[in-house]
């Protein structure tokens, strides 16, 4: 699924590749692995589509049953990782002000803010940013972690940020069901303030 940073996706939408079945998912309305799907199975019920009839498949019941079992099975492990994500970004959101991840505005330029430097009595002093959209942020529970290439963003000293009344989509990930393993991340977009450069 190709990244469409200026797409405002839908609240929460879920970006999990399932490898377990190997599925891949084409959104075309004119082609694709599930419309030439659709269309064998029209035909298997003998439902006219422009082409020929495909021979009637014989599902057995063992089949049948385990394909129920691994829907069933997807259906829950979606759910449950869906409402881990959304305990989560409650906890994050709990945060004052502005944190890693929110977007910058800085003119026409938006960037997701990277790392926050802060002194002795844990103030910023110091906003990087450079993150964009589909980039590298680890959501874990209240706070954001970036991993990738960062500006020299602010000096809080010199320069103040106002907060404004809309919120723009990023991409945040962590593991399924909390359980670090290699390739068990999960993707998720996720609304973010937003922060104007005072000039």
Same mark, same amino acid.
């Given at each position: 699924? @190709?990244? +469409? %940073?200026?797409?405002?996706?839908?609240?929460? /939408?879920?970006?999990?590749?399932?490898?377990? $079945?190997?599925?891949?998912?084409?959104?075309?309305?004119? @082609?694709?692995?599930? =419309?030439?799907?659709?269309?064998?199975?029209?035909?298997?019920?003998?439902?006219?589509?422009?082409?020929?009839?495909?021979?009637? *498949? *014989?599902?057995?019941?063992?089949?049948?049953?385990?394909?129920?079992?691994?829907?069933?099975?997807?259906? %829950?492990?979606?759910? +449950? =990782? $869906?409402?881990?994500?959304?305990? %989560?970004?409650?906890?994050? =959101?709990?945060?004052?002000?502005?944190?890693?991840?929110?977007?910058?505005?800085?003119? +026409?330029?938006?960037?997701?803010?990277?790392?926050?430097?802060?002194?002795?009595?844990? %103030?910023?002093? /110091?906003? /990087?940013?450079?993150?964009?959209?589909?980039?590298?942020?680890?959501?874990?529970?209240?706070?954001?972690?970036?991993?990738?290439?960062?500006?020299?963003?602010?000096?809080?000293?010199?320069?103040?940020?106002?907060? $404004? =009344?809309?919120?723009?989509?990023?991409?945040?990930?962590?593991?399924?069901?909390?359980?670090?393993?290699?390739?068990?991340?999960?993707?998720? $977009?996720?609304?973010?303030? *937003?922060?104007?450069?005072?000039?």
């Amino acid at each position: 699924m @190709s990244w +469409d %940073k200026e797409r405002e996706w839908p609240h929460g /939408q879920i970006l999990e590749k399932c490898e377990e $079945l190997k599925m891949r998912v084409n959104l075309s309305t004119k @082609s694709g692995w599930f =419309n030439e799907s659709y269309r064998h199975s029209l035909s298997a019920r003998g439902v006219k589509t422009g082409r020929k009839a495909s021979p009637k *498949v *014989v599902i057995s019941p063992a089949e049948r049953h385990w394909r129920k079992w691994t829907r069933d099975s997807l259906k %829950k492990d979606m759910m +449950d =990782n $869906l409402k881990l994500f959304h305990k %989560k970004e409650k906890e994050y =959101n709990k945060e004052p002000g502005i944190r890693v991840g929110d977007w910058i505005k800085d003119g +026409d330029k938006y960037s997701r803010v990277t790392y926050i430097w802060r002194d002795e009595h844990d %103030k910023p002093f /110091q906003i /990087q940013d450079g993150g964009d959209a589909g980039g590298s942020f680890y959501l874990d529970g209240s706070y954001v972690s970036y991993s990738g290439s960062l500006d020299s963003g602010y000096d809080t000293t010199k320069t103040e940020f106002r907060k $404004l =009344n809309y919120t723009r989509i990023g991409r945040v990930w962590f593991f399924k069901h909390d359980f670090a393993t290699a390739g068990g991340g999960i993707d998720y $977009l996720m609304k973010f303030r *937003v922060f104007e450069v005072k000039k």
